[in-house]
C-alpha cells in the first residue's frame, strides 16, 4: 500500500508527532504542503492532510494545497489535527477539509484529532494549555487509528 501525508506543524511540532506515529504504521512518507507535488497524489492508496488548529482553521499552506490539486478518482483519504481546545461540532475543523477533499474526488473515510501543547493568544500569557501533549497516550490512539485505516484500504493488518 502507497501512502502519503501531507503535515503541518508550526509552534511545537505536536501535529507532526502525531504524522510521526501514524507514518510508522502506513509506512507512509511526510512532506509539507510545498513539497507535494499535486500531479502525484493519483499514485497513492491513502493520503493524510494533517495540519495543527491555528485560530479555530486548519493552516492556509494545507488549504491552498488542496484548492490547487487536481481532480482523482476515488483516491482515500483521511485528516487530522492538534489543537488546543475541542473541535466544535457545528464549525468542525474536519469539515473544513473534508468538503475541498471530497469535491477533488477523494474518498475521505474518517478523521484523528488529540489535544496538542498551546501558547497562541492568550494562553501565552498564562503559560500554555496541555502542556505534554499529545502524550503517549494520544499517539497510541494515532496509531490505532492509522492501524484501522490501513486494514480497511489495504485489507490486511500491518506488517510488524
Known amino acids: 500500500m502507497k501512502s502519503l501525508i501531507v503535515c503541518v506543524s508550526k509552534s511545537h511540532g505536536n501535529t507532526r508527532r502525531v504524522a510521526d506515529r501514524m507514518a510508522e504504521v502506513l509506512g507512509a512518507e511526510i512532506v509539507e504542503p510545498e513539497s507535494a507535488d ?19 482553521a486548519p ?6 494545497l488542496i484548492r490547487r490539486l487536481p481532480h482523482v478518482d476515488g483516491v482515500r483519504a483521511f485528516t487530522f ?3 488546543g481546545a475541542r473541535e466544535i461540532p457545528l464549525l468542525g475543523y474536519s469539515k473544513t477539509l473534508r468538503k475541498p477533499l471530497a469535491a477533488k474526488g477523494f474518498e475521505v473515510l474518517d478523521s484523528f484529532s488529540c489535544r496538542g501543547f498551546d501558547t497562541v493568544g492568550p494562553f501565552g500569557l498564562v503559560g500554555g494549555i496541555n502542556r505534554g501533549r499529545p502524550d503517549e497516550r494520544d499517539l497510541d490512539r494515532a496509531a490505532e487509528f492509522a492501524e484501522r485505516l490501513h486494514k480497511r484500504v489495504a485489507g490486511s ?3 510488524s
Open 38 to 56: 499535486p500531479a502525484k497524489f493519483g499514485d497513492y492508496d491513502l493520503v493524510g492532510f494533517g495540519s495543527g488548529i491555528y485560530y479555530m
Open 59 to 64: 493552516d492556509a499552506r494545507l488549504r491552498n
Open 81 to 83: 489535527f492538534t489543537s
Open 157 to 159: 493488518p500491518t506488517a
